[in-house]
């Protein structure tokens, strides 16, 4: 089995901080080159194009994610043996990505599989192992199944308390916030979900993509309290946001979209 490269592991790292960071163009110029240079069906091209499906998933490019995770499954199969950290990635990825684009019935296996691996390989408390329930999680969340999503969500969060990461903290905190909404706990959401909002505003700053989806959530949340001029607020802030960095389509997008037509509507 071949190992990734030392030139190509840090140049994937470089363009996740460049995605991490915001700056998405960047990011795929640089991945684009690195998997031109790659060997086709190495571990090197498998690595780039893991990080393109990260990336085109972030941008609301659904299908060019897709594909990039399936070429690079193609590849770990060939080389990786079963249960190899590799897969878990993939699988946690692909159960993402079957969330972001509303088939969240077609990422549990994969969401499950991934979680399966990492805790046999790295035990119950490990970070990796802690994101793996939080991205099951939503997927629950999404189908409904609100009792597990938040138990699996309280246990990802004890992890990451223990280890003092706050923006997994943030993130693991948002997706609790949203369940906690709908099982109709609404102060305690709301609460919640402007915590997560003001540490990401720390973390990653005030004009961060990332932020509009805490402001979305926030404004269903608000919505549902009748608070429609503070609603339609975080809605502007957040397709203020996303413009110009996500695809037209981008699912969060349109929400933000349908929900300011939605306010204005309500509101004559």
């Known amino acids: 089995m071949d190992q990734p490269t030392t030139g190509v592991r840090t140049g994937v790292e470089q363009a996740d901080r460049l995605r991490a960071a915001g700056r998405y163009a960047e990011a795929d110029a640089l991945l684009s080159a690195l998997l031109h240079r790659a060997e086709p069906g190495s571990l090197d091209a498998a690595r780039v194009l893991t990080g393109l499906g990260v990336l085109h998933k972030y941008t609301g490019r659904f299908p060019e994610s897709l594909d990039a995770y399936t070429r690079a499954l193609a590849i770990v199969r060939a080389r990786c043996p079963d249960g190899h950290p590799f897969f878990a990635d993939l699988f946690h990825n692909l159960g993402g990505l079957h969330h972001a684009r509303g088939t969240p019935v077609d990422g549990e296996e994969y969401a499950r599989k991934g979680l399966a691996i990492r805790l046999r390989s790295l035990g119950d408390d490990h970070p990796d192992v802690a994101a793996d329930r939080a991205a099951l999680a939503a997927?629950?969340?999404?189908?409904?199944?609100?009792?597990?999503?938040e138990t699996l969500l309280r246990q990802a969060l004890d992890v990451f308390r223990a280890l003092g990461d706050g923006y997994e903290i943030a993130s693991a905190s948002h997706n609790l916030a949203a369940v906690l909404h709908a099982r109709g706990r609404a102060t305690e959401a709301e609460a919640l979900c402007r915590d997560v909002l003001a540490a990401k505003e720390r973390l990653l700053g005030p004009d961060h993509p990332e932020?509009?989806?805490?402001?979305?959530?926030?404004?269903?949340?608000?919505?549902?309290?009748?608070?429609?001029?503070?609603?339609?607020?975080?809605?502007?802030?957040?397709?203020s946001l996303l413009d110009g960095v996500v695809a037209?389509?981008?699912?969060?997008?349109?929400?933000?979209?349908?929900?300011?037509?939605?306010?204005r509507a309500s509101s004559g």
């Open 139 to 149: 997927i629950l969340h999404a189908l409904g199944r609100l009792e597990e999503a």
């Open 248 to 263: 037209a389509g981008h699912p969060l997008r349109a929400a933000c979209e349908r929900a300011l037509g939605d306010v």
């Open 211 to 239: 932020l509009a989806t805490a402001l979305h959530n926030l404004a269903v949340m608000l919505r549902a309290q009748g608070r429609d001029d503070d609603a339609a607020e975080a809605l502007r802030r957040a397709l």
